[in-house]
């Protein structure tokens, strides 16, 4: 990267100004003494001290009851998005099935659902494109909350727009529709735009939201019924949420993709669309309960404006002809030093806040920096969404629809993340093991690499054993001198396991990870917009995913696993090498003060007590 926050260093000024807030009585102490010790005052409550953050295992702390409510929201909205995005597939590519009014096939033995019939590079085209709409849109969603509405109103408006791009689905797939195959995509293009608009408001929002539910915000020291001293870690404890989160998120996409296909073909696409708009439905009526029972961060006006005037200063005064002369100045460790308004005599009327949100600001694009090697991650999550969708049409398929196979990746989520988090997680903590952020989304990078390499192998074999040849999705002479459908090849659809679940690991290892990172290091009034641009990243793998278009497709489909599999690795070497040394930071950047903009430190507004669980 070409600046200083890629290289981050808390500086001596950050940590006496953790000194000054303890002794104003405004953060926690970072020690305990012996005179604390000799009159038996009890340590809970308190930070830990350097030994005790190397030396005491780290637990997270309770959660309250109404995350849950927000897991549900999430729950209801993902079986909307997926239930309808796990039939697009089919929608866009199969012709509409002989004797059908509606793309249903009736019978998955002998038939295809299917509605526009326009191939497979279209099909691709389209469900990559909505896919990069659907996680550019966050970018305004996160500007809009951050800057004027709040995180709640626009989740609450963002709803409303989504159920309006559900409803034109809806038409799109109307068997009166589906005879104008022309109507027909008008209608499901401007759904998938509408539905887009929606998502950006709610998917960016929505993350920080639910841990901004979570009451504490500092490591501190407690004592366990069993009298083991531990430090309860907000970091721990945000990882849990998100784990779950990411549970009830594909809670939500199994069910909804996996009844939808059944739906699609036994009954119609139409009804692929309706059920899931029911589901979306019940999002606002929950949202409006928790209205006065959630803690929601007012808007703090455009504090994005004023982070990137910050960053153009650092930036004044730092560029040479000479390449090497502006990498040693942009790497001299003052580069946000000299920014903060401690360092400057004539501020301008813009810089309205102290040397601590400056750090905030400096951890932020850290973070962004951290999400920019995402896109080579996603490239290899997406196929899941297309291509192996259509390589399982050339599989034996055994009753089972090609796009039910999907499944088998929130499914292996939903068993491998309570795994996860109440044996792995907990016995690597044990055992002193730092499993670090960065570390584990290095290793989520190998493990996709891994699950698109099994997908080359298949495909590989099924090229060799196929009828057609390199083109087992095409047609050959059938024996009465007409061109039909080659035969499906005699490897069974199951073969696609591996991929799926390796993916899912992955899932687990870097997305999930993505988003603990986007909210743990971004500012607090600007955490909806590095939200957004970890989502963006996905929409920049979209992007990126249109290169390999001319790929997707017999007979290349060999070189499209290899090309994206290639390019992960990389990605994940890359990343390593440039992330490696902030997993020594960790602990210093998460107890960074939080800083203060235009006289106000952005604090929730607090509408009602509530009750936690363990």
């Not at 295992?57 to 998005?81: G, H, M, N, Q």
């Not at 689905?169 to 401007?190: D, R």
């Amino acid at each position: 990267m070409a600046s200083d926050p890629t290289s981050i260093a808390v500086s001596d000024d950050v940590k006496a100004m953790v000194q000054d807030k303890e002794a104003a009585g405004l953060a926690p102490v970072l020690s305990s003494t012996a005179e604390d010790d000799d009159l038996g005052i009890s340590a809970d409550g308190r930070a830990p001290t350097e030994e005790e953050l190397h030396t005491l295992r780290r637990v997270p702390d309770k959660i309250p009851w109404s995350i849950y409510t927000i897991a549900f929201v999430e729950l209801c909205e993902r079986f909307s998005y997926y239930g309808t995005t796990a039939v697009f597939t089919n929608f866009i590519q199969q012709p509409l099935p002989p004797n059908s009014e509606t793309g249903a096939s009736y019978n998955i033995e002998t038939g295809q659902a299917g509605a526009l019939g326009l191939g497979q590079r279209t099909s691709f085209s389209l469900t990559t494109f909505n896919a990069f709409w659907q996680y550019t849109m966050p970018l305004f969603g996160a500007y809009v909350a951050d800057s004027w509405l709040g995180r709640y109103r626009t989740i609450g408006t963002a709803l409303g727009i989504d159920i309006i791009g559900h409803i034109l689905l809806i038409i799109s797939g109307l068997p009166p529709v589906i005879k104008n195959p022309n109507g027909a995509l008008a209608a499901f293009t401007l759904g998938i735009i509408t539905m887009g608009v929606g998502t950006g408001g709610f998917k960016p929002n929505v993350n920080p939201l639910i841990v901004e539910q979570l009451d504490l915000e500092r490591m501190t020291i407690r004592t366990l019924p069993t009298g083991e001293r531990v430090i309860v870690d907000p970091a721990a404890t945000a990882s849990r949420v998100y784990h779950y989160f990411y549970l009830f998120i594909n809670l939500g996409a199994l069910a909804g993709q996996l009844s939808m296909v059944y739906c699609e073909h036994y009954v119609g696409f139409w009804l692929s669309y309706t059920l899931p708009t029911i589901m979306l439905c019940f999002c606002p009526l929950v949202m409006l309960w928790g209205r006065r029972r959630y803690k929601r961060v007012p808007p703090a006006g455009s504090v994005l404006g004023r982070a990137f005037k910050i960053f153009a200063l650092a930036n004044k005064g730092r560029w040479s002809l000479n390449p090497v002369k502006t990498y040693k100045n942009l790497h001299d460790g003052t580069f946000w030093e000299n920014v903060k308004p401690s360092k400057i005599q004539n501020k301008p009327k813009w810089m309205d806040f102290n040397d601590a949100w400056v750090d905030e600001v400096r951890r932020g694009f850290n973070a962004c920096a951290v999400f920019m090697w995402y896109p080579l991650f996603w490239l290899c999550y997406n196929q899941i969404n297309n291509n192996l969708i259509s390589q399982a049409a050339t599989m034996k398929l055994g009753g089972v629809p090609n796009d039910v196979l999907t499944n088998l990746n929130p499914f292996a989520l939903i068993i491998m993340i309570p795994l996860m988090d109440t044996l792995v997680f907990p016995a690597l903590r044990k055992l002193r093991i730092n499993f670090s952020p960065i570390k584990r989304i290095a290793a989520g990078y190998f493990v996709a690499a891994s699950a698109m390499i099994w997908a080359c192998v298949l495909q590989y074999y099924l090229y060799k054993k196929s009828e057609c040849g390199n083109y087992a999705s095409g047609e050959m002479m059938g024996p009465d001198g007409e061109m039909v459908g080659c035969p499906n090849v005699e490897i069974s659809v199951w073969a696609q396991t591996g991929s799926y679940v390796l993916i899912a690991f992955s899932e687990i290892l870097a997305s999930i990870t993505s988003l603990e990172y986007a909210h743990s290091k971004a500012p607090a009034n600007m955490r909806s917009m590095v939200q957004s641009v970890c989502l963006f990243m996905n929409a920049i793998s979209s992007a990126i995913g249109f290169a390999l278009v001319p790929l997707a497709g017999d007979p290349l489909l060999v070189w499209n696993y290899g090309v994206v599999a290639i390019a992960a690795t990389v990605g994940g070497i890359c990343f390593w090498l440039q992330f490696r040394g902030l997993d020594a930071q960790e602990d210093q950047l998460n107890m960074l003060p939080k800083g203060d903009v235009g006289g106000k430190v952005a604090e929730p507004e607090v509408y009602e007590k509530k009750d936690s669980v363990a």
